[in-house]
């Protein structure tokens, strides 16, 4: 039973920083590609930034966005520096089954498994 379970979301104002964790479970963590994904109100879900032998990230985070891991605990963090309102949203970690590398960030549907997700909410 795989699990993934989020923490670090919340309130912050523009400019600031914000660290999320993802606790994963159940799976070979370091055969997957973990990601953080987000879904701003009527929009739709869009990854941000993935991690499996390399990093993807999208093109609105870079130079702000740090995705890291670690493999002995399992966990996968996202560090976001220079908040911006239009980051507020709901962020979800997910993870792949078995692969190589990381799938496109569009390509949400490669991605298996999901957390309930942590909302975040820049003003």
């Known amino acids: 039973h795989v699990q993934l379970v989020e923490s670090g979301g919340g309130p912050v104002q523009a400019g600031g920083s914000l660290r999320f964790s993802c606790a994963t479970s159940?799976?070979?963590?370091?055969?997957?590609?973990t990601g953080w994904f987000r879904q701003a109100p009527g929009k739709e879900r869009e990854g941000v930034a993935a991690?499996?032998?390399?990093?993807l990230y999208a093109e609105s985070v870079k130079g702000r966005f740090t995705i890291s891991r670690d493999d002995v605990k399992n966990m996968v963090y996202l560090e976001m520096n220079d908040l911006k309102p239009e980051a507020t949203a709901m962020y979800y970690c997910?993870?792949?089954?078995?692969?190589?590398?990381?799938?496109?960030?569009?390509?949400?549907?490669?991605?298996?498994?999901w957390g309930q997700g942590t909302q975040v909410t820049v003003s």
């Open positions: 997910a993870a792949t089954r078995d692969t190589f590398m990381c799938p496109p960030l569009r390509s949400t549907d490669r991605f298996a498994y």
């Open positions: 159940g799976h070979l963590f370091t055969r997957a590609c």
């Open positions: 991690i499996q032998t390399g990093t």
